[in-house]
């Protein structure tokens, strides 16, 4: 099996019984925002385009690039189709010219010709990604390899069952704007950084010792940010709050840890796998020295991408757009059918639309108690965002049904809140689509109270975390009388049961040595958003 670095999260799997593209990502995404790192725009995509098989994982855009997939990539190719709960993935690949697809069953192997085997584990949690992320997991001769790039499963027993797993491809960077756009103290900022930096890395460990791959492959990230405005977030200053970190510092953390099977792929790198062995070649002499000279590959990269970047700023303006009154005919029939979301969020929450001049701003209330969208009053709120009245404007004009997708992950933007995070909040502008909003009901109304404990320590806990079922005899680590949830990082007082990151989502717990207390009704359980 040969695996063909192609940036990011892409890879190009070749096998005697047919190739697999997964993932191109080259244009730049989340309003010209993120771009992949190191540069992928001058591989020859016009031949590894040319393939069997076509896997984008969700859509999220740097994982779903719709010009490059409409330009580069074979129309004959069979799109192997995560099984998600909306047609929108299929429905855009349909208006791309993709007319062949491969529709999965979640954990079930399919056989391909020539013995080529495929499971896509598809996750759909309204929270997972955009409605939906996922794993491919490929066998062919023997070799197993599992790109389970930014999904995030609750275990990874379904892949070690089916044999041991000679590559896996895993996120190990940051796919978030928290804590960067808060209006924080630098001190603050560069400790909440730190700590998810940290809880990052702690994640990846998990789920490399879970597998116990032959080889780790870090990919998924991260994005580098050519706008001037942006140039900040890019893991250069040395910064340790900073939530980007490179494919080499991760290689250094966990060799550093003992470990000595990770390989970068860097665009351009091919990897030779066979069942004891993994030759990789690279198109650059030195790997390290390349990563030491980041920034001067970034500033070359900057002057080649600056009027691309100048042309997306150009199209965001839509003066003819009332954004009031758009937001009030989108929004407000969302909020007058949401139950879960709505009640979640449990308050107003405001915009802040800085207009043309830079100065002047128009503040837009979501008020989801009252169910409407109104200008903004003399009140509090508990979360304000602030950002250009132009990208709002460009979110109504397109009809984006995704702002997390989208605005959010641009980083175009800063936020103050008052009180904990509010997962609901995110959640809901995800969903702004009949479509989206009802699934996610839906789902919420269907869950149900775990019943399982375990023991971990001299603790008793139910054994699936509130958050979002993360199996705790493998992610739980108790400190004292607190626990955390090291999937995402959510943290629980065992005493009281109150989780600490988030609002709601009490845990079930007991010492040990104590009877468990009576049973009383347990809130439904519900989701976050992804990578919080």
């Not at 309204?126 to 995030?152: C, F, H, K």
């Not at 493998?474 to 009281?496: E, K, M, N, V």
Request: proline share 6%.
């Amino acid at each position: 099996m040969r695996v063909t670095g192609t940036g990011h999260a892409s890879m190009r799997i070749d096998t005697g019984a047919g190739s697999i593209l997964c993932d191109p990502w080259v244009n730049p995404a989340y309003f010209a925002s993120w771009f992949p790192f190191p540069d992928n725009s001058q591989l020859d995509w016009e031949t590894l385009g040319q393939v069997d098989y076509l896997y984008v994982s969700h859509l999220h855009r740097d994982h779903f690039d719709a010009a490059h997939l409409k330009r580069f990539i074979s129309k004959k190719a069979t799109v192997l189709l995560p099984a998600y709960p909306t047609s929108e993935l299929e429905d855009e690949l349909r208006d791309l010219g993709f007319t062949s697809f491969l529709r999965t069953t979640s954990n079930e192997v399919v056989e391909l010709d020539g013995g080529l085997k495929v499971m896509i584990q598809a996750l759909t949690s309204p929270t997972d990604g955009p409605i939906g992320d996922s794993s491919l997991w490929v066998e062919y001769d023997g070799i197993r390899l599992l790109n389970q790039n930014d999904a995030r499963p609750t275990d990874l027993d379904i892949f070690s069952e089916l044999g041991h797993v000679h590559a896996q491809m895993i996120q190990f960077s940051g796919a978030i704007w928290y804590p960067m756009v808060y209006e924080l103290p630098a001190a603050a900022k560069t400790a909440f950084g730190k700590q998810k930096r940290d809880r990052q890395m702690d994640r990846t460990i998990r789920y490399i010792d879970d597998l116990k791959a032959s080889y780790v492959f870090p990919i998924a990230g991260p994005p580098c940010f050519l706008d001037d405005d942006l140039w900040q977030f890019n893991d250069i200053h040395g910064d340790e709050g900073n939530i980007f970190p490179d494919q080499q510092v991760f290689i250094d953390h966990y060799e550093g840890l003992g470990y000595d099977n990770g390989v970068i792929l860097l665009p351009g790198t091919v990897s030779e796998l066979t069942a004891d062995t993994c030759e990789t070649t690279h198109p650059v002499a030195d790997v390290r020295k390349f990563f030491e000279n980041k920034e001067e590959h970034l500033r070359e990269y900057q002057a080649r991408q600056r009027p691309v970047i100048e042309a997306a700023k150009a199209t965001w303006r839509h003066p003819e757009v009332d954004v009031l009154g758009e937001m009030k005919r989108r929004i407000e029939p969302l909020l007058e059918e949401s139950v879960y979301l709505a009640k979640g969020v449990g308050g107003p929450i405001r915009f802040d639309l800085v207009g043309y001049d830079g100065e002047s701003v128009e503040s837009i209330v979501v008020d989801f108690p009252g169910k409407e969208v109104r200008a903004a009053a003399d009140e509090k709120v508990r979360y304000r965002f602030r950002t250009e009245r132009a990208l709002i404007e460009t979110l109504l004009h397109s009809g984006e049904v995704d702002w997390v997708n989208s605005l959010f992950l641009s980083c175009r933007f800063s936020a103050a809140r008052i009180g904990q995070y509010n997962e609901f909040v995110y959640a809901f502008f995800k969903c702004l689509s009949e479509e989206r909003l009802q699934y996610a009901e839906g789902w919420y109304a269907e869950q149900r109270p775990d019943a399982e404990d375990v023991k971990l320590g001299d603790w008793v806990v139910q054994r699936r975390c509130p958050h979002l079922k993360a199996d705790l005899t493998r992610f739980g680590i108790i400190d004292g009388d607190q626990l955390t949830c090291q999937l995402h990082g959510w943290r629980f007082d065992l005493p009281s049961g109150r989780c600490l990151t988030s609002v709601g989502h009490e845990i079930r717990a007991h010492r040990a040595t104590t009877e468990a207390p009576t049973p009383t009704p347990t809130p439904t359980p519900t989701p976050t958003p992804p990578h919080s």
